[in-house]
């Protein structure tokens, strides 16, 4: 079958008028506000969510609230213990905002994520390669599915196994990860500068958008980049707390660990933290070797290689042709635009503010290289730049600050000079960006102590500045406007996956089902990989042809074809082919 070129025609059904629940709580008053859902409504209106959604909102400020309070208190464990149960009803939030999976890349992430807890040594887009119609090597049609390193499916796979298949359970190894952060973030600013930095630190992490958008599903990579920039934070929290207790032996081995499950994330650059441990020992102790304590270096190598290593052994041996075509992709990444993600070489420049900040046109931002600057997005800039800068300049030793420049030059000199460029690359440095937010806070705390002598008085400004910062971070109108009914294509999504979940009573356990797909073709199809997620048929977009139904019938599978879209005679003829009468909206 010959694929839709890019760019091709899209189809889309009309879209019924969705209802609208009146009433909304705003997070700072908590007063009912009744409206209609619509895009310039007040910044922080829940209308549009549901009351559990609401909940989980409301929630998490308020135990964000009661967090901030032990923090000027001094009493910062139970401050961070708070916080992190805020930032944990944030995330849960995300993972039952939509309930659905999103086009790219979630619902491939899904089907592959499923077909591994059959075997997780064979990932698989389809579990069974049957039909010959598709390039097996076509990572968004193909068959054994090495795309990706496998550790982020491994963990949704093994979710599945625990808690059954759902949209929830997908979505929950990102809602841990991302809930963890807070916690290793405060520690790595507790580390550098001290606890007041690393709790605000903390507080940029449970209301990162960004980080919430990626836990939904419907960020840019979703839940492979939450699980990539998890462990490498997690090896250089690790490296930090290696260094901060005189290089035991035992955070050197959690360091090796962490970036070992990094490179089985997303490849080579989860090495970074040995980047990090290079700059460090060169900064501080010169060419005085005997200091270097070497051998830990080298057994952190051996035990992030003996991690990595086995994998891409086994799948070089084993699938030896898809192996080498996937590492050649890979590392086209760099010399050639792929898939339509060429940009101008200050493309991370210009996303820098939407990681962090963000605003309601994030899309509009980073979708094109000629989008324009304008003065929202120049002063979040100056904001995260200036953060960064007194970061450095608060730094209590030279060597830490000579690493943190180099990590911050590298990753983003490396990645602007690939030519593939996509947000999320320099996300896997996102605590140094929270850090830098969160020294706006910091510097606002020695402020007001400095000028605000009452004790309540300083409490209050700060309390007041800290929730709003938060919750302009928190990018609050953008979350409403792309995951409730103000977005159209929701109720697409929506009716789409109600018809997917119906057709598993429909048919017998052995089936293959051909033509699901929108009312009209467009691109690449990927309806047929999400029904595969909702049934346990083999899903095809296209009608089945003549050698597919004799094939099948060899195979012992029973057909079922959608008739929304054009049937061949031969199929509304054949006795033994199950006609199902059901429409699916084209979702892209």
């Not at 903390?202 to 990162?208: D, G, I, L, R, Y």
């Not at 339509?340 to 493309?347: I, L, M, N, V």
């Not at 309806?527 to 050698?547: N, R, V």
Request: proline share 4%; with cysteine; hydrophobic share 50%.
């Amino acid at each position: 079958m010959v694929l839709p070129e890019e760019g091709g025609r899209v189809g889309r059904r009309p879209i019924p008028q969705p209802l609208h629940r009146e009433g909304a709580f705003f997070i700072l008053s908590l007063i009912a506000n009744p409206q209609p859902l619509t895009p310039n409504m007040p910044y922080l209106s829940l209308n549009g969510f549901t009351t559990v959604q609401q909940l989980l909102l409301l929630g998490g400020f308020l135990l964000f609230v009661a967090s901030f309070i032990l923090h000027f208190q001094g009493k910062t464990r139970w401050a961070i213990g708070l916080l992190t149960l805020g930032g944990l009803c944030f995330f849960i939030f995300a993972a039952i905002v939509d309930p659905f999976l999103h086009s790219w890349d979630e619902r491939f992430h899904a089907v592959v994520a499923k077909n591994c807890m059959d075997d997780p040594f064979a990932p698989k887009l389809y579990k069974e390669w049957v039909v010959e119609q598709y390039n097996p090597a076509l990572w968004s049609h193909g068959y054994i599915w090495l795309h990706k390193q496998p550790l982020f499916l491994w963990q949704i796979a093994l979710c599945f196994k625990l808690f059954g298949v759902s949209t929830f359970t997908l979505r929950l190894p990102s809602v841990l990860m991302a809930t963890v952060m807070i916690p290793m973030v405060y520690r790595i600013g507790s580390i550098l500068i001290d606890r007041r930095l690393g709790y605000y630190a903390a507080v940029s992490v449970a209301f990162s958008w960004f980080l919430i958008d990626l836990v939904s599903g419907n960020g840019t990579v979703d839940h492979n980049n939450v699980c990539f920039v998890f462990y490498v934070t997690a090896s250089l929290w690790a490296w930090l707390e290696y260094v901060h207790s005189g290089r035991k032996w035992g955070w050197m081995v959690l360091t090796a660990l962490f970036s070992g499950c990094a490179v089985m994330t997303k490849w080579l650059t989860g090495l970074l933290v040995y980047l990090v441990w290079g700059c460090y020992l060169l900064s501080e102790y010169r060419f005085k070797l005997k200091d270097w304590k070497i051998g830990h270096f080298v057994v952190a190598v051996a035990i992030t290689a003996a991690l990595f290593l086995p994998w891409q052994i086994y799948t070089a041996k084993t699938f030896p042709d898809l192996y080498a075509w996937e590492r050649g992709l890979q590392s086209l990444h760099f010399t050639t635009d792929l898939e339509g993600h060429g940009e101008t070489a200050d493309f991370y420049l210009r996303t820098l503010p939407f990681l962090y900040i963000g605003d309601s046109k994030y899309w509009s931002g980073v979708s094109s290289a000629n989008a324009a600057w304008n003065a929202k997005r120049i002063f979040h800039l100056c904001l995260i730049l200036g953060g960064l800068f007194l970061l450095i300049w608060r730094m209590k030793k030279w060597s830490h600050r000579i690493v943190l420049i180099t990590t911050v030059l590298f990753v983003y000199v490396f990645f602007s000079l690939a030519a593939t460029k996509m947000p999320a690359y320099p996300f896997c440095i996102a605590a140094i960006g929270y850090l830098s937010l969160a020294m706006i806070l910091y510097e606002c705390q020695g402020l007001a102590e400095r000028f605000l002598h009452q004790s309540w008085v300083r409490g209050v400004v700060l309390g007041t500045v800290s929730a709003i910062f938060a919750l302009y971070q928190m990018n609050f109108a953008w979350l409403r406007n792309n995951h409730t009914d103000a977005r159209d294509i929701r109720q697409v999504f929506i009716h789409n996956t109600q018809e997917m979940k119906s057709l598993n009573a429909m048919v017998p356990e052995k089936t293959w089902i051909f033509n699901v797909r929108g009312t009209e073709d467009w691109q690449v199809q990927c309806t047929s990989i999400e029904a595969m997620f909702f049934t346990d048929a083999l899903c095809y977009p296209f009608p089945p042809t003549e050698e597919d139904l004799r094939r099948a019938k060899e195979l012992g599978y029973h057909v079922a074809v959608l008739t929304s879209n054009e049937v061949p005679e031969y199929v509304l003829d054949s006795p033994e082919v199950q006609l199902i009468d059901m429409e699916l909206w084209a979702d892209y």
